[in-house]
């Protein structure tokens, strides 16, 4: 079965700070993605990343860096947290389409408040 | 880039009944069509998904449809029972340049089975 493990559940910060959400998956997928949940908007993809060392900006990309120097760890960076970030960040991870590996799969989310 | 519409954001419905869920997509390159159903608190799961390939895929109580020519693909649940109340996401994914791999999320509906 499909693993993807966020390594927070909860998360709480002050504005200023320096955030890393950690995400690995255990299915040796090429993409990966960071989306961000808030009521009534959706999913809406921050980042995603369909190699080691490659990265793509999604819709909402300000304020948030990623990494991704191993191909089972994709990590989300928030430079300087804003009380505008407080959210529930969800970590997916897929492989190519036209194959058994195509469907993504999502993490727990770790919600995330900026004080 | 694409975009995926979703109607209804609210949906209520009698057990028992049927429930529909209709999207609609801009990119005519989009060939992949998933649906994800999120319950309170957890993770967004896949539920059913089609290729453009096909125009119709069922799954015991749950079915989806896909007219290519309109652009719009439809979810419906028949014999609706209160554990099928969640958030529901439509996608479309279309492989090629900067969005390989990508799924670009409709907004979700949330919908309400009353005993």
């Known amino acids: 079965d499909v693993k993807v493990t966020q390594s927070s559940r909860y998360l709480v910060k002050r504005t200023g700070e320096k955030v890393f959400l950690e995400c690995v998956q255990d299915m040796d997928h090429e993409n990966m993605f960071w989306y961000r949940q808030d009521p009534g908007l959706g999913l809406r993809l921050i980042y995603f990343?369909?190699?080691?060392?490659?990265?793509e900006k999604g819709d909402i990309p300000e304020g948030y860096s990623v990494s991704r120097e191993k191909k089972e760890r994709f990590s989300l960076i928030l430079e300087s947290a804003s009380t505008n970030q407080t959210s529930m960040y969800l970590c997916a991870s897929g492989g190519p389409l036209r194959t058994s590996r195509m469907t993504q799969h999502f993490g727990d989310g770790t919600r995330l408040s900026i004080l | 880039g694409e975009n995926v519409e979703q109607h209804p954001s609210t949906l209520s419905v009698q057990e028992g009944d049927s429930a529909v869920i209709k999207c609609t997509y801009s990119d005519s390159a989009s060939n992949y069509f998933p649906w994800y159903k999120q319950e309170l608190g957890k993770r967004p799961q896949l539920i059913i998904d089609i290729r453009s390939n096909v125009g119709e895929k069922k799954d015991q109580r749950i079915a989806v449809t896909l007219n290519k020519t309109a652009k719009h693909f439809s979810l419906h649940i028949t014999e609706t029972q209160p554990e099928d109340s969640a958030v529901y996401f439509c996608?479309?994914?279309?492989?090629?340049?900067?969005?390989?791999?990508?799924?670009?999320f409709g907004r979700g509906t949330q919908l309400t089975v009353w005993p």
């Open positions: 996608a479309a994914r279309a492989d090629r340049g900067s969005t390989l791999g990508r799924l670009y």
């Open positions: 990343s369909y190699d080691v060392k490659m990265k």
